[in-house]
């Protein structure tokens, strides 16, 4: 699952990176970012089919809820275009979630070490999602899950299961195509695109916040390099 995540990037710098259009919300960096937080998510305006930022809350709450639910922050790519859950969000609701870096624990017995995965080349993480609005006596919530499928090769020492990562190339297709193209995107990433390492457990308490979290600490990058 992708359960923890962080975004450093500024406005100015999501607007580059994702050719954003209008007006954008209030934003302030953060690197420990966790289910039920308000997030800032790219969608494709139905109108103009321009990129907007908006804020939403990570937990998708489906529109035919009678409650909030559980609000699953995953939905798996094996099953996301065919399950009730998730079907219709992700047939004609597709979005991404702008990242520095997403978080795993190694599978094992506890205490389990987090890693923190990123680009090689700098550039910011694309998270493959759907969101979807519920409206309750009048206020409508907007939210999404994260799209995961099974680890590469380079990354299921750690842990079995990464979020969809959508390659700059792809992101039309992931917000406009019919589901049977945008479900040929939900892969593992490429073995080289990511490395990753060891960090501090202070990442484990969500009211910890900042840069140092994603400091690196003893280790190599992955197990199997050590």
């Given at each position: 699952?992708?359960?923890?995540?962080?975004?450093?990037?500024?406005?100015?710098?999501?607007?580059?990176?994702?050719?954003?259009?209008?007006?954008?919300?209030?934003?302030?960096?953060?690197?420990?970012?966790?289910?039920r937080q308000p997030v800032a998510v790219v969608r494709r305006h139905p109108v103009s089919h321009d990129l907007r930022l908006d804020l939403l809350l990570w937990g998708l709450v489906p529109n035919w809820a009678h409650d909030m639910g559980?609000?699953?922050?995953?939905?798996?790519?094996?099953?996301?275009a065919t399950s009730g859950m998730f079907r219709a969000a992700f047939r004609s609701r597709r979005c991404l979630v702008p990242a520095t870096a997403y978080y795993e624990w190694q599978s094992g017995?506890?205490?389990?070490?987090?890693?923190?995965?990123?680009?090689?080349d700098g550039k910011p993480l694309a998270l493959a999602a759907i969101?979807?609005?519920?409206?309750?006596?009048?206020?409508?919530l907007r939210s999404f899950a994260i799209v995961t499928t099974q680890a590469s090769a380079?990354?299921?020492?750690?842990h079995d299961r990464m979020p969809v990562i959508i390659a700059d190339q792809d992101r039309d297709a992931w917000f406009g195509a019919p589901p049977a193209i945008a479900e040929r995107l939900l892969v593992p990433a490429p073995a080289d695109m990511l490395q990753a390492w060891r960090?501090?457990?202070?990442?484990?308490?969500?009211?910890?916040?900042?840069?140092?979290?994603?400091?690196?600490?003893?280790?190599?990058?992955f197990p199997e390099e050590k």
């Open positions: 699952m992708c359960g923890r995540f962080a975004n450093a990037l500024s406005l100015e710098r999501m607007r580059q990176a994702f050719h954003l259009a209008g007006p954008a919300p209030d934003w302030l960096p953060s690197w420990n970012i966790a289910p559980r609000q699953p922050i995953n939905a798996r790519a094996e099953t996301v017995p506890p205490p389990r070490q987090p890693w923190a995965f990123a680009r090689r969101w979807e609005s519920w409206e309750y006596e009048g206020d409508i380079a990354t299921r020492s750690i960090v501090g457990t202070r990442i484990n308490k969500v009211g910890h916040d900042g840069p140092d979290l994603l400091a690196p600490v003893e280790g190599g990058i």
